[in-house]
């Protein structure tokens, strides 16, 4: 029930794009976005709830297709500050019944100057 | 508090011998996650509380590992009999509605195991 990742790993120059890719076997509930910097905790960047959805600021955005099954994640015009590894978490309906947030593999991301 | 604290944020611990780490979630945070992260590995899902419900422990590894929740407050996470490979981060975060809103990490704690 873990979502896939793809790349594992960017290399890019700074100013150019990268998209990171998450998918599920399963229809999802939700996506969330997380970015971890070496050596610290992970921080949130989004959520996308509903199917078609896109969301996000103008250099750093997501989308959740139709399906429910896909989630893009979008950096333009990268900056050293995007560094750090990309995760997708993603929510379904346990065999509990409760809900609980999995993760991706992780996309490693180096912006070089 | 104003965010997740998690303690002690390392400890070093000899194989074989018991050890605890702690949770504190933001308060009124109803969910609860622990995630175990190896060297330049990802999150790997241990167990879920949310709530008044039955934890969801589908990600233990082991019955060395187990964990409880007082209420919707503090969660301490017991590894027992430790071995090398135990030696990660853990981390722990909460979040007020696990589906749709943001999970809050801790720092972690970084357990190695000698």
């Known amino acids: 029930q873990q979502p896939v990742q793809s790349p594992q790993a960017v290399i890019l120059r700074e100013g150019e794009d990268a998209v990171i890719n998450c998918s599920s076997s399963?229809?999802?509930?939700?996506v969330h976005w997380y970015r971890q910097k070496h050596g610290e905790a992970p921080v949130f960047l989004m959520i996308?709830?509903?199917?078609?959805e896109q969301k996000g600021h103008e250099k750093i955005s997501a989308s959740f297709n139709e399906k429910k099954q896909q989630s893009s994640l979008y950096l333009t015009a990268s900056q050293l500050s995007y560094s750090g590894t990309y995760f997708c978490?993603?929510?379904?309906?346990?065999?509990?019944?409760?809900?609980?947030?999995?993760f991706g593999t992780g996309t490693r991301l180096t912006i070089i100057p | 508090g104003a965010g997740v604290s998690q303690s002690p944020s390392n400890k070093v611990t000899e194989k074989g011998k018991d050890v605890e780490l702690r949770c504190d979630p933001i308060?009124?945070?109803?969910?609860l996650y622990w995630y175990r992260q190896r060297l330049g590995q990802g999150l790997e899902f241990l167990i879920y509380?949310?709530?008044?419900?039955?934890?969801?422990k589908s990600g233990l590894p082991s019955d060395r590992f187990s964990a409880e929740r007082t209420g919707e407050s503090v969660s301490t996470l017991t590894i027992q009999r430790t071995q090398q490979e135990d030696s990660a981060v853990y981390l722990c975060?909460?979040?007020?509605?696990?589906?749709?809103?943001?999970?809050?990490f801790g720092q972690g704690t970084r357990l190695t195991v000698v």
């Open positions: 975060a909460s979040s007020l509605f696990p589906e749709n809103t943001e999970a809050f």
């Open positions: 399963k229809a999802l509930y939700s």
């Open positions: 996308l709830l509903k199917g078609g």
């Open positions: 978490g993603t929510v379904i309906i346990s065999n509990f019944g409760n809900e609980k947030l999995t």
């Open positions: 308060s009124g945070h109803t969910a």
């Open positions: 509380f949310q709530g008044n419900s039955a934890p969801d």
